[in-house]
């Protein structure tokens, strides 16, 4: 019994010149009518073959005969899915320097002419003679080629006669698409090359009997198969960029609306203006997937500059799913995008998480394979697994949809990798961390050492990060210190003062209130240009074994010398008759 697929018209990409075409692969909801497998036959074909396909399973043929065009043409939704698709495919081989050359299936009757397995047909008729017009869609030297094809793969086969079903001459026939003119516009294109094939229902009557006759089918047209240059043009709406599957690849981090910076909008628009203007100097990179769409390797801010542009077709450098292992697929991606432009930190910590799990190598193995070439880490020396953690602990922050800021100003350059990775990434709750980098490490620009010291200093007060930032009594000290030269070292200063005890405070406030009264006493008895090393009163600390009660002692400095030391000595009797100092 086969396998059903869905019921839907299936177009299906290659990567040759050949296009296949099951107008009628759908015999009902019995799945050992012969429509049934032919329609099976035309996806093992396109696979073996790995060329393209246009495959009906959904419109029985009794309701709708899709090989009859001037039937289909009166339904736009039939015409749309199926016939544009062919025309589609056939320009995107004709794209590519490549003569196409289109195989329609069908299935015969019971007993089929002349004892034959395959009847060939292409539009032979009888000139001159209206009832059997002669529309030949294929060279007479071409057909033999391919009935010796099928005849050495043990397939017995038959020119269709002239007055039946199965020679495709009829103006409205599939067969004869690409050959009339006042057909459908945009389809006439004598160069293509169609073939009608008949296929008797016995090679169709079991799931057995279709995979031999698709094996042996494929043999035979694969000598007629003209393989696509790597780079080739293909058509933008054939790439998928939606999928989590189909971005594996992709260094840049798409559809992500949190992170602006990411997506660099101004990018994108100078990088469409300049395609416009100079064309696309780079092909796009791409893997073409199992069912014949592609998925980006490297490319992916060219694909959305096109996409803005709403360019019809595309360069590309053409890759097969199956030629590579992922691991290939992740060097081509990483060779790719290194070769053009150096990677931000989230983009390297996207890629190893990326390739971390669809590979599942460890951190150390991340470095063994892709340190080097990722450029990270101290240039000639191995890059450890340490520094893999920190890319990829980066790049959680963002994966875990937090701190939109500290993600956009990594990539933008505002904020250094290192105090990202060492700082503020093992912080775990996201409160803690966007409050230190918001609050304090962006106004207040602190040192690595400060940076340290502020941290310490507010886990004094709570555990919680964001608690004590966001506090009445911080917050106050935070905008004062803005307003100084030296933020950082302002904040700590002020921070410090607010943790000592009510007595610290007053006696510190006292030797303020001293320092300011000095200051004009300073200038009246010594000079203008005297300052606080030529006269000084500083009050010593209290040491612990000091009571509470006992009066503070201060210490008094003069700068003299052998010249002046009398004159000074006179300034300073004068000034402590007159002043009280310690008032």
């Known amino acids: 019994m086969i396998q059903h697929r869905e019921r839907a018209i299936h177009t299906i990409l290659g990567n040759n010149n050949l296009l296949l075409i099951v107008a009628n692969g759908y015999g009902g909801d019995e799945p050992v009518q012969p429509e049934n497998f032919l329609g099976q036959l035309g996806f093992l074909l396109t696979r073996q073959l790995g060329c393209y396909g246009v495959i009906n399973t959904r419109y029985k043929k009794a309701i709708l005969d899709l090989s009859n065009v001037e039937a289909v043409k009166t339904r736009k939704k039939i015409t749309d899915t199926f016939l544009l ?78 007055d039946s079903d199965y020679c495709g001459r009829e103006p409205w026939h599939l067969n004869q698409l690409f050959r009339q003119k006042n057909y459908l516009d945009g389809f006439f294109d004598p160069r293509v090359r169609s073939l009608l094939l008949t296929i008797a229902p016995q090679l169709l009557s079991s799931t057995e009997a279709t995979t031999a006759t698709a094996s042996a089918l494929a043999s035979a047209l694969a000598q007629f198969s003209q393989q696509m ?64 769409r592609y998925k980006i390797l490297c490319g992916f801010r060219r694909f959305q500059a096109l996409s803005r542009l709403s360019q019809e077709w595309v360069e590309a450098k053409i890759f097969q799913e199956e030629q590579f292992s992922s691991e290939d ?81 990594i990539i933008n350059d505002k904020l250094q990798f290192s105090t990202a990775a060492e700082v503020l990434a093992p912080i775990k709750d996201p409160l803690d961390r966007d409050s230190l980098y918001l609050e304090i490490i962006k106004p207040l620009g602190p040192t690595r050492p400060q940076l340290k010291k502020i941290i310490k200093l507010l886990a004094q007060r709570s555990t919680s990060l964001h608690a004590t930032i966001t506090s009445e009594e ?12 030296q933020r950082a070292a302002t904040f700590i200063r002020l921070y410090e003062n607010s943790l000592e005890p009510p007595a610290g405070k007053e006696r510190q406030q006292q030797q303020q209130r001293l320092a300011q009264k000095l200051v004009p006493l300073r200038r009246r008895y010594f000079g203008d240009q005297a300052c606080q090393k030529d006269f000084n009163l500083v009050a010593e600390p209290r ?41």
């Open 474 to 485: 911080v917050r106050p000290l935070i905008s004062q210190a803005m307003e100084a030269r």
């Open 229 to 292: 240059a790597l780079v080739r043009q293909i058509r933008l709406a054939n790439i998928d960029a939606t999928g989590e599957d189909d971005l594996q690849y992709i260094f840049r981090i798409p559809n992500d609306t949190r992170y602006n910076e990411i997506s660099r909008e101004s990018y994108i628009e100078e990088l469409a203006v300049s395609i416009q203007r100079n064309g696309l100097l780079h092909p796009l990179v791409l893997l073409q997937k199992d069912d014949g």
């Open 543 to 583: 040491a612990a074994s000091v009571p509470p009660d006992h009066p503070d002692r201060y210490e008094l400095r003069l700068r003299i010398n052998k010249d002046n030391y009398q004159d000074i000595l006179r300034k300073l009797e004068t000034l402590l008759s007159k002043e009280d100092l310690l008032s």
């Open 85 to 162: 698709q062919i025309r589609e495919f056939k320009e995107e081989i004709s794209g590519n320097d490549l003569l196409p050359q289109v195989v329609i299936l069908q299935v015969g009757p019971p007993t089929m002419e002349a004892g034959a397995q395959l009847l060939l047909g292409y539009g032979q008729g009888e000139r001159g003679v209206k009832e059997r017009p002669h529309n030949p869609t294929l060279a007479p030297s071409r057909l033999s080629r391919f009935r010796l094809a099928m005849e050495d793969q043990q397939l017995s086969t038959a020119i269709a006669p002239t």
């Open 329 to 409: 697929f992740f060097n081509i991606s990483l060779a790719e995008n290194t070769r053009r432009r150096n990677l931000n930190p989230v983009e390297i910590g996207n890629f190893l998480d990326s390739a971390s799990e669809r590979l599942q190598l460890n951190n150390t193995m991340l470095a063994e394979q892709f340190g080097a070439t990722l450029g990270i880490g101290s240039p000639g020396s191995k890059v450890s697994h340490s520094t893999i953690h920190k890319y990829r602990k980066v790049n959680q922050i963002r994966t875990r949809g937090e701190s939109p800021e500290i993600i956009n100003d």
